[in-house]
């Protein structure tokens, strides 16, 4: 099926340990997003790529970092993880021209120990 | 900066009934506006995406309309049903300068229908 897919769904870390989230997109999509999503906090923006080869930090960048591996993926990276990363975190994509709205993956679910 | 908002946070309602949710936006220079459904522990998914020029776009039970002049969109759904009990997220975002079209998200409303 046509979308965007996440890997792993499920996942925990000891604090300081590092790991990165996998997303891969099959709609030729040009820009690719990260957001968390908190209790109480909504999701927030943590990065986002525009375009193959650009990326940029959005709301909450601080402790992670990205690439945009090619025009499919886009993978989100803790280096040292930290409880106050624990949270589903969930990859989307969209059009050029956004004519076709978002598409988000079905999420990962951290928990930093 | 644009926000969000979406009231109430939380409806219980009888089966069958017809609702609305409500969502406005302190920017009316959106782009587009995206209506999202989550259940419980899992991802987002596309109901309606309303664009800049659109006022209304309908699927199914569901019906979103969209007033840049006042900063409102509304989702109705029309004769609901237990199986419509999740959360509702409405995100705008803004005209495509730079091309990031960065997505702002409502805090959602969850809604339960009792049957």
């Known amino acids: 099926n046509a979308g965007v897919t996440q890997t792993p769904k499920f996942q925990v870390l000891k604090t300081g340990q590092s790991m990165t989230l996998q997303c891969a997109q099959d709609?030729?999509?040009?820009?690719m997003y990260w957001y968390r999503q908190d209790p109480g906090m909504g999701l927030r923006l943590i990065y986002y790529?525009?375009?193959?080869?650009?990326?940029d930090k959005g709301e909450v960048p601080n402790g992670y970092n990205v690439s945009r591996l090619n025009k499919r993926e886009f993978s989100l990276r803790l280096e040292s993880a930290a409880p106050s990363q624990t949270s589903v975190y969930f990859c989307?994509?969209?059009?050029?021209?956004?004519?076709?709205?978002?598409?988000f993956g079905s999420g990962t679910r951290l928990t930093v120990v | 900066k644009q926000e969000v908002t979406q009231i109430p946070a939380a409806l219980s309602v009888p089966e069958g009934e017809n609702l609305v949710l409500n969502c406005s936006f302190t920017?009316?220079?959106?782009?587009?506006l995206q209506w999202f459904r989550q259940d419980p522990g899992k991802g987002l998914t596309s109901l309606l995406l309303?664009?800049?020029?659109?006022r209304e776009q309908t699927s199914g039970r569901l019906n979103a309309s969209l007033d840049k002049s006042s900063g409102r969109s509304t989702l109705y759904i029309a004769a609901s049903q237990p199986g419509d009990s999740a959360t509702y997220l409405c995100?705008?975002?803004?005209?495509?300068?730079?091309?990031?079209?960065?997505?702002?998200f409502g805090q959602g409303t969850t809604l339960q229908v009792k049957p």
């Open positions: 709609m030729n999509h040009n820009s």
């Open positions: 309303i664009q800049s020029s659109q």
């Open positions: 790529s525009a375009s193959e080869g650009t990326t």
């Open positions: 995100a705008a975002y803004p005209p495509l300068s730079g091309n990031t079209g960065k997505l702002i």
């Open positions: 989307a994509s969209r059009d050029k021209q956004g004519r076709h709205g978002y598409t």
């Open positions: 920017d009316s220079a959106i782009y587009n």
